[in-house]
């Protein structure tokens, strides 16, 4: 307290000056002040601060009267500070000691042979010119000997130890992050827990890392960041083993867009939690965030549905179009870019919509005669339609009606046709689409010559699939592991993972990878699986 009780008074000199002692009127607020705010100053202010005030009085007052103005400063102190006698007193104590101890010692003095009168070196036994023994009675005592100089090591020398020393230091943080990075990163697929009746999976995509999963008993689970109560288990606090979300046993299906999650029961109700700043949940509010499942509306014939960033669009038994949340591209696809849509709003007529897929800010979908539409954001040639116009509406994708499957990723869009063949569009920059370069695409360029894709997932700037075989393929940023395939190289075409050939599910989230297995085991990898 007694240090801290200086530090505050000298501060105040430091910075108002000396002459500040002399005005308690003004003092007192000002070391209020300091005092409210705990203010400590650094070296370099005490250093120009005990240049002035109570300490330079000590400093010069004779020894005789040092003790008179050690009293006054302590008096005056007392009535500046209204602190007790006694941690005053203790207070100009401590300043006193800072008094340098040679400015209180007996000068030194210069040693001389007392037989011819050289200089002597201190702690000489005899006179380099008379050879006069110093231990002679008329010798100095070694106690006017100066102090020996401190041993100081050459500039070059304190180069190198500095340089050795930075080295050390970094050489600790490269090993220290990449230990982390190890830790916490799998390169290649683990198993979550022992269970094995996982049936559906979907990793988040953006800015959220987390998973949902279902389980064949309908059983919902979650785990991961909760920052937003993405998870839906009634808190914001993450999870790193899969928890179960509430103790429904109904649930049919679940997608994770990074900052809500919307699922279907099978009883055909649409449920969504996690933030709501655009609307996204449906649930006709902005409210900043549900930490619940809520049932959105009272429809009961829900057939699909995908979550995008900031927005949510879902296909009904009868095959009408749906969407709600953020529209700043049009990627809602009603014409307008009115922003948000807090309830589900029919996008078109058209009753033959049978399968969509939310992107970061674009969205794509299929009809039951097998054409390919898009809408949103086209800054990348995401959409397909050789342009980088957006689009707020659905605008169908070339003429060809074989396809069979389609995944919007954050920029880029991967879809399979009838005959098996993969095809792929939009950015690259990472080589998502996995056409051997790392060039933006606006229209589908197939990808390879295998005719045996069966379901594809596009990541945020990664891409995973599967074949019919039951082999699993990745491609694109890898940065965190992502891909799976024990580097963190990043790939600009299809590279097998393993040699396993019972996978049957995959998803691609923003940076990690889950994936289920024939047996019913789920499995993933990339960042902060643990």
Known sequence: MNTYLFDIIKRIIAEHGESILSNPQKLKPLFADYAKAESKMDRVAFGRAIENGFYMELKHASPANRANVKTALVSR??????????????????????????????????????????????????CAECAAPVSSPQQPSKRHCPPPPPTVLPKKKKKAVRYVLIAVAGLIAIVGTVWFLREWNRHTPSQIGKATNWAFVSASSGVGRYTVAIKTDGTLWAWGG?????????????????????????????????????????????????????????????????????????????????????????????????????????????????????????????????YVSAGSMHTVAMRTDGTLWAWGNNSRG????????????????????????????????????????????????????????????????RIGTATNWAYVSAGQSHTMAIRTDGTLWAWGC?????????????????????????????????????????????????????
């Not at 005053?88 to 209180?104: G, K, N, R, Y």
């Not at 399979?416 to 095809?423: A, C, N, V």
């Open 478 to 530: 890898n940065s965190h592991g992502e891909l799976g395939d024990r580097t963190t190289t990043s790939r600009n075409t299809p590279v097998q993972i393993g040699t396993d050939t019972d996978w049957v599910s995959i998803t691609a989230g923003g940076l990690h990878t889950a994936a289920i297995r024939r047996n019913g085991t789920l499995w993933a990898w990339g960042w902060g699986n643990r």
């Open 77 to 126: 102190l007392q009535t500046i500070t209204r602190f007790d006698i006694g941690c005053c007193t203790s207070a100009v104590d401590m300043l006193e000691a800072a008094i340098s101890p040679s400015s209180q010692t007996e000068p030194q003095k210069t040693l001389h042979c007392v037989n011819c009168g050289t200089q002597l070196s201190c702690g000489a036994k005899f």
């Open 226 to 354: 909760n920052w937003d109560g993405v998870l839906g288990d009634g808190t914001t606090i993450s999870r790193e083993v899969p928890v179960q979300i509430g103790a429904a046993t109904n649930w049919a299906s679940v997608t994770a867009s990074g900052t809500h999650t919307v699922a279907i029961r099978t009883d055909g109700t649409l449920w969504a939690w996690g933030r709501n700043w655009h609307g996204e949940l449906g649930d006709g509010t902005t409210i900043t965030l549900r930490i619940n499942p809520t049932q959105i509306g009272t429809a009961t014939s829900w057939a699909s549905v995908s979550a995008g960033h900031g927005r949510t669009v879902a296909i009904r038994t009868d095959g009408t179009l749906w969407a709600w949340g953020r529209n700043w591209y049009g990627e809602l696809g009603d014409g307008t870019t009115i922003t948000p849509r807090i309830n589900p709003t029919q996008i078109g007529t058209a009753t033959n919509w049978t």
């Open 382 to 445: 995401q959409l397909g339609d050789d342009t980088i116009t957006h689009r707020n509406t659905p605008v169908q994708i070339g003429t060809y009606t074989d396809w069979a499957y389609v995944s919007a990723g954050s920029e880029h869009t991967i879809a399979i046709k009838t005959d098996g063949s993969l095809w792929a569009w939009g950015s690259n920059s990472r080589g998502q689409l996995g056409d051997g370069t790392t060039i933006d695409r606006s229209t589908p360029v």
